[in-house]
Nanobody
Framework: QVQLVESGGGLVQPGGSLRLSCVMSGSIFRIYTMGWYRQAPGKQRELVADISSGGKINYVDSVKDRFTISRDNAKSTLYLQMNSLKTEDTAVYYC?????????WGQGTQVTVSS
C-alpha cells in the first residue's frame, strides 16, 4: 500500500520560511513524478510545483523565486522550501505522486501565514 505523509506545516509570519516534507512508503519513489498542491478555503486545489523522475521542475508563477521543490530519492522524500511567505500562501498543502495514470495523495499539512 502506497502512502504519502506530509509534515512541516505551521503558523508563520509574512516574510518567513517553512520547509515541507513528504515521505513515500510502499513503492519506488524515484520513478514517480512528484508534486506539491495547495487548496485555500473556498478555492480549487492548484499545482504549486512538480518535479519529474528525471528532475524537470515546474512552478506556478505566483511562487517562482520564492519556493524550491526538491527530492531525495535515497530517502523517498519530497521537499518544498518556502521563503518570503505571503498571506495568500495560506492553504492546506498536499503532495502527490504520479506514475502514468496512477495518483497517490497525502493527507495534507496546513500552512498559515499571518501576523
Amino acid at each position: 500500500q502506497v502512502q504519502l505523509v506530509e509534515s512541516g506545516g505551521g503558523l508563520v509570519q509574512p516574510g518567513g520560511s517553512l520547509r515541507l516534507s513528504c515521505v513515500m512508503s510502499g513503492s519506488i519513489f524515484r520513478i514517480y513524478t512528484m508534486g506539491w498542491y495547495r487548496q485555500a478555503p473556498g478555492k480549487q486545489r492548484e499545482l504549486v510545483a512538480d518535479i519529474s523522475s528525471g528532475g524537470k521542475i515546474n512552478y506556478v508563477d505566483s511562487v517562482k523565486d520564492r519556493f524550491t521543490i526538491s527530492r531525495d530519492n535515497a530517502k523517498s522524500t519530497l521537499y518544498l522550501q518556502m521563503n518570503s511567505l505571503k498571506t495568500e500562501d495560506t492553504a492546506v498543502y498536499y503532495c502527490k505522486g504520479n506514475l502514468y495514470r496512477t495518483e497517490y495523495w497525502g493527507q495534507g499539512t496546513q500552512v498559515t501565514v499571518s501576523s
